[in-house]
């Protein structure tokens, strides 16, 4: 087989378990040697390239597992994903008023979101009509 796919195998099996919703202290443990396994093997796949320390921070999420429960209950992507809306556009608006600009592309974005304006999170209840007549 050939190592390099091996080692690309072996970082989807450390990843299904840590997006896995129930983790037992078993998995746990072999979540721990996986790790380990896999930094050394990059060491040796990869003898020119340090390990940076978004790879070193995956020996400790084991310790995080037992303390916390699943890395999916606590994790911050869908933060970073929205970060990441604002830190594109952030670029390309007026620099007057930054903070300004993103909140009216942001509140653009929402709007655009849904069908019709009646579709938005605010409006969902139904609304209580006056007395109307017909035209």
Request: aromatic fraction near 4%; proline fraction near 0%.
């Given at each position: 087989k050939n190592p390099y796919i091996q080692f690309i195998l072996d970082l989807i099996e450390i990843v299904k378990i840590l997006f896995a919703p129930v983790v037992s202290l078993?998995?746990?443990?072999?979540?721990?040697?996986?790790?380990?396994?896999?930094?050394?093997?990059?060491r040796q796949l990869f003898p020119e390239n340090n390990v940076i320390p978004k790879q070193h921070y995956m020996l400790h999420l084991p310790s995080q597992i037992i303390a916390l429960g699943p890395v999916i209950r606590h994790m911050c992507m869908r933060f970073e994903s929205k970060h990441s809306y604002f830190k594109q556009w952030s670029s390309k608006l007026n620099f007057k008023n930054v903070c300004k600009s993103?909140?009216?592309?942001?509140?653009?974005?929402?709007?655009?979101?849904s069908e019709t304006g009646t579709e938005h999170p605010i409006f969902v209840h139904e609304?209580?009509?006056?007395p109307v007549s017909e035209v």
């Open positions: 078993q998995t746990v443990s072999k979540l721990k040697q996986m790790i380990e396994d896999h930094l050394k093997k990059f993103l909140v009216n592309h942001n509140q653009l974005l929402e709007c655009c979101q609304k209580e009509l006056g």
